[in-house]
């Protein structure tokens, strides 16, 4: 089936540091959401990206969606220890007009204080 | 607003015995969903109900059944438990089925087959 691969898997950062993740698809995407999963809970939306080349910030979150429309990025500045978590990349994909979402495998952050 | 609440949180059944797990929203969502989480796979999905009364197979769906009982309320059953299907399982809700409106989850009932 279709897959998103997002990279990297996990990454260990020390606090104050900026980081970056990206996905990428085989596929165009007409929307790209990211999402963040804190230990033992559900994924919760950060940013949703309806355009190519937007460019949306959420604090200290910025993404962008790719110019190709097959990749996306997720920036974290200024990195504190409640950043940890995973993080999941998602595109629609339509079947019959109903839409379904893909997510990657997620990048696993984990900040050092 | 409770958004989207999963019941149990946690369970663990022999194989072969039957459980079914509840997910309801309370934000009047047309579509909602039930994925996986396996530790490095992601998100996969099972089932979804684009509308009351409707259901669709995914693209794991093997081994499970939904119930969409009203437009707050879908269900997943497992019929006879296999230790395969250990996993945390998610229930996401959306707006609406025809745009690109993202979904919102639960929490997450997390279950161990032995």
């Known amino acids: 089936g279709q897959q998103l691969n997002q990279s990297p898997q996990s990454m260990f950062i020390q606090e104050g540091e900026d980081v970056s993740m990206n996905c990428t698809s085989s596929?165009?995407?007409?929307?790209w959401l990211w999402y963040k999963q804190d230990p033992g809970e559900g994924p919760v939306l950060l940013i949703a990206l309806y355009k190519a080349g937007e460019l949306t910030s959420n604090g200290r979150l910025t993404a962008q969606f790719g110019i190709t429309r097959k990749d996306s990025f997720l920036n974290i500045s200024a990195s504190i220890p409640s950043d940890v978590g995973i993080y999941f990349c998602a595109g629609p994909r339509t079947t019959s007009g109903t839409y379904k979402y893909i997510f990657g495998t997620g990048t696993r952050l984990k900040v050092l204080a | 607003n409770a958004g989207v609440t999963q019941t149990p949180k946690f369970q663990v059944l022999k194989t072969g015995q039957s459980m079914t797990l509840q997910c309801a929203q309370d934000?009047?969502?047309?579509?909602m969903y039930w994925y996986r989480q396996d530790p490095g796979m992601g998100l996969r999905l099972i089932y979804y109900s684009a509308s009351e009364g409707t259901t669709d197979k995914g693209e794991v769906p093997n081994g499970y059944n939904v119930s969409r009982l009203n437009k707050r309320e879908f269900s997943l059953r497992l019929e006879s438990a296999a230790p395969s299907q250990t996993s945390v399982y998610f229930c996401?809700?959306?707006?609406?089925?025809?745009?690109?409106?993202?979904?919102?989850f639960g929490d997450g009932t997390r279950l161990s087959i032995l």
């Open positions: 996401a809700s959306r707006e609406d089925r025809v745009s690109n409106q993202p979904q919102h």
């Open positions: 596929s165009i995407f007409n929307t």
């Open positions: 934000m009047n969502h047309n579509s």
